[in-house]
């Protein structure tokens, strides 16, 4: 399995501009993250789903748009990018099995840089 | 919703010293405690969980205990090692809802040689 695979790694934007950061999971899990981690900070979520078809807003959603069509799939937009979107982003997925639910497998991350 | 408090922010020890990190929260509900290590640039990784129904949980020199009257949980690393250096984050949450865990705010652990 190659687990949670995000694309890109690196990406620079202008203000403005818009992207699309693609996150993949071959481990068929049911739930799936989008997570901000600016430098020396915590983990601030985005937006999440817990199946595909249905989404949900985080603590700080503004300024981004998630869609989940497939199960593997969860790719997250920046629409007009700001400064304030620099940061990582990591995606993660997590499942539930006999009612018990466990920890998330996180993707290794995106560096954004917003100019 | 719930609340998890993570101390100390930072801690550093010498090498073979023990380290603990402490977490409490607030929803007696929560019943689901992961620990994640996140080495400098990289991604937080799953080292230890815990579930309610459990006091204690060790695997090799991690251990991880819970007091569910009090509210809190700890990780105890024992004979550190310089590899050991990283930001640990607690997490807890209700297993079996929709799974939104509360992350605490971190611990760099820092090792010295």
């Known amino acids: 399995n190659a687990g949670v695979t995000q694309t890109p790694k690196f990406r620079i934007l202008k203000i403005g501009q818009s992207m699309t950061l693609q996150c993949t999971q071959d481990m068929n899990h049911n739930y799936m993250y989008w997570y901000r981690q600016d430098p020396g900070m915590g983990l601030k979520l985005i937006y999440y789903s817990v199946g595909a078809g249905i989404t949900d807003k985080g603590e700080v959603p503004n300024g981004y748009n998630v869609s989940r069509s497939t199960t593997e799939d969860f790719p997250l937009r920046l629409e007009l990018a700001a400064p304030s979107q620099t940061s990582v982003y990591f995606c993660a997925s997590s499942h539930n099995a006999g009612g018990e639910d466990y920890g998330y497998t996180f993707g290794s991350g995106t560096r954004l840089t917003v100019v | 919703g719930e609340n998890v408090e993570q101390h100390p922010s930072t801690l550093s020890v010498q090498e073979g010293d023990s380290a603990v990190i402490k977490c409490t929260y607030s929803d007696s509900a929560s019943n689901y405690f992961p620990w994640y290590k996140q080495e400098l640039g990289k991604r937080p990784q799953l080292i230890i969980d815990i579930r309610s129904n459990v006091g204690e949980k060790k695997d090799q020199r991690i251990a991880v205990t819970l007091n569910k009257t009090a509210k809190h949980f700890s990780l105890h690393i024992t004979e550190t090692q310089p590899e050991d250096s990283a930001v640990y984050f607690c997490?807890?949450?209700?297993?079996?809802?929709?799974?939104?865990?509360?992350f605490g705010r971190g611990t760099s652990l820092i090792v010295h040689p």
């Open positions: 997490a807890a949450s209700l297993s079996g809802g929709s799974y939104i865990p509360t």
